[in-house]
């Protein structure tokens, strides 16, 4: 079923009780494309339902554990004079078995020579606040775990977008990717393994529609509410399903997937979702479906890794050394906090500074980053959203301009999503460097709203990682500093696509062409009047509707 008018009541007058009147102009205007999205809140051509997206769909407060340890009681130095990462992953483990806690971090600096891991759910890490506590790593991910080198080939180094030198990632599939790596098996790094064959069918779906939240189980005995479970939709020979990823038509019929295999590595699409009811055969999610279930997909719930759940990071910054930069692709592993094969987690008050890649979504779904900044030498990645990673909330973020220049040979992106992953989240965000990178790997229907840019990154993604964007990328009030439209004004390139009130841009430095022919389908509303569009922020517009 999906979600009806009837159940979004409330609208415009919704909005305004929630959020206020204030952060746009007296004169403006409710868009038009969000009085059609009322309409059809669920299956909008153009606009993604976002609603629910960040741990326990998008609250405002995450759970607090009782405190299971100080660390400093167990042997961390918040003097910085010698290594505290075994104290601070003791405590975590230790917490973990217990069942959970957390574990604080009094004011200080800590060195750490190692990697913080928590691999347990229910475990949080919480220091003082980003001001006043500080972890101060002196290695990086190759020198601790080794090299990790591409799966698709190449001399390329995966430590450019995977690892954190803060990894939040469940104990056993973590252990089973760490010792791929030194075995020099590059694996594939989401919900089903290695080889991705590590999954057990609960039950196969009947059809259903996109923007459904009740699915037909053919066998609901192995279902529960309260369950995680991961929606697998595999592809057909002819495409279909990723033509359908792509918003259908003449276009995506068209194009050519075959040759595209990096991008055809990314299917089946594995969507975690938890269950929230079961009443015989119906099944209630949690969230709308992103996509049609359809025979020709084999469409089925799956049991995939042990999930993390409910574990988090809160109130400190993590320092890196103050090294340069490596060329592009090459990077060593200074990385932030990455949250992998995790649902319903958060990092708030967290600061990364003078990192290869800040903060990670790596086949992560329902997270939410809240408050969090990437700052020092310039990031390769500030924020990286792959291998299928749904349903995330980064809020209130800011990537702050570069403190020294950046070497030859290095890339910046900025805001980045790829590899499938859908229905993600960047809300009132400020970029004083990097771009809306979107990264190949066709993601779509995701939502980056009420965001100020100066738009000088650039995107990347090889040719066989095929589209730059499936249908259904919203975004709604950006204000670009700098006039470039690259990767924000999307209706030239972008299928099914809205860009509504940004600034008025043009064309320069990297010029993208879109990879469907035919008519794309896209909308652009008030274009060159950012802030003059009601509402001024899509995601919390979509919160403040009234659901079931």
């Known amino acids: 079923m999906a979600l009806s008018r009837r159940q979004f009541v409330g609208g415009a007058a919704a909005v305004v009780a929630a959020t206020g009147a204030t952060g746009f102009s007296p004169s403006a205007r409710p868009a038009a494309l969000w009085r059609e999205f009322e309409a059809a809140p669920s299956t909008h051509p153009q606009i993604p339902y976002v609603g629910r997206a960040g741990a326990h769909a998008g609250a405002r407060r995450a759970p607090r554990p009782p405190v299971a340890a100080n660390a400093v009681t167990l042997g961390a130095t918040p003097d910085g004079s010698a290594d505290s990462a075994p104290a601070i992953n003791r405590a975590l483990r230790e917490a973990g078995e217990r069942g959970g806690g957390t574990v604080l971090l009094p004011p200080g600096t800590y060195r750490i020579d190692d990697y913080l891991r928590i691999g347990h759910s229910g475990v949080v890490l919480r220091g003082a606040g980003s001001g006043r506590t500080t972890l101060l790593a002196t290695r990086n991910l190759t020198e601790l775990i080794g090299p990790y080198g591409s799966r698709y080939g190449g001399d390329k180094s995966s430590w450019s977008w995977a690892g954190g030198l803060v990894w939040l990632s469940p104990h056993a599939r973590h252990a089973s990717l760490t010792a791929a790596i030194r075995d020099r098996a590059w694996p594939f790094e989401g919900w089903t393994g290695n080889r991705r064959d590590e999954w057990t069918t609960l039950t196969t779906l009947r059809p259903a529609r996109r923007g459904d939240v009740r699915v037909t189980a053919e066998d609901p005995s192995a279902l529960r509410r309260g369950q995680l479970v991961v929606l697998r939709l595999a592809d057909d020979a002819g495409h279909t399903l990723l033509e359908h990823m792509a918003g259908g038509g003449p276009g995506p019929e068209a194009y050519t997937w075959d040759d595209k295999t990096k991008l055809t590595s990314y299917v089946p699409y594995e969507w975690p979702v938890r269950i929230t009811g079961v009443a015989g055969r119906r099944v209630t999610l949690e969230r709308p479906l992103p996509l049609d279930l359809r025979p020709e997909w084999d469409p089925r719930l799956v049991s995939g890794a042990e999930p993390l759940t409910d574990s ?40 990364v ?69 859908s229905h993600n989240v960047w809300s009132r965000g400020v970029m004083e460097t990097g771009t809306f990178d979107t990264h190949r790997g066709m993601p779509f229907a995701n939502v980056r709203t009420e965001i100020t840019v100066e738009n000088d990154g650039r995107h990347g ?88």
């Open 312 to 351: 988090g990071v809160v109130g400190l910054t993590l320092e890196a050394p103050l090294v340069a930069q490596s060329p592009h692709l090459l990077d060593k592993g200074y990385n932030g906090v990455t949250f992998q094969c995790a649902y319903d987690c958060w990092a708030e008050d967290v600061v």
């Open 353 to 421: 500074r003078n990192v290869d890649n800040g903060f990670g979504l790596v086949a992560a779904s329902a997270c939410t980053l809240r408050r969090t900044r990437v700052e020092g030498r310039g990031s390769h990645h500030p924020y990286f959203c792959r291998e299928g990673a749904h349903d995330n909330l980064v809020e209130e973020f800011r990537i702050a301009a570069r403190t020294v220049p950046a070497p030859a040979g290095t890339q910046l992106h900025g805001i980045n999503v790829e590899g499938l992953s």
């Open 461 to 548: 993604g090889d040719a066989s990682a095929g589209p730059l964007y499936g249908a259904r990328f919203a975004h709604w009030n950006v204000t670009v500093t700098n006039g470039r439209a690259g990767l924000v004004k999307i209706d030239t390139v972008a299928p099914y696509s809205a860009t509504v009130g940004i600034s008025e841009v043009r064309e320069f430095d990297q010029t993208d062409v879109p990879d469907f022919t035919g008519e794309l389908h896209a909308r652009v509303e008030a274009y060159g009047s950012p802030d003059t569009v009601r509402p001024r922020n899509l995601y919390e517009a979509q919160r403040a509707l009234s659901r079931e």
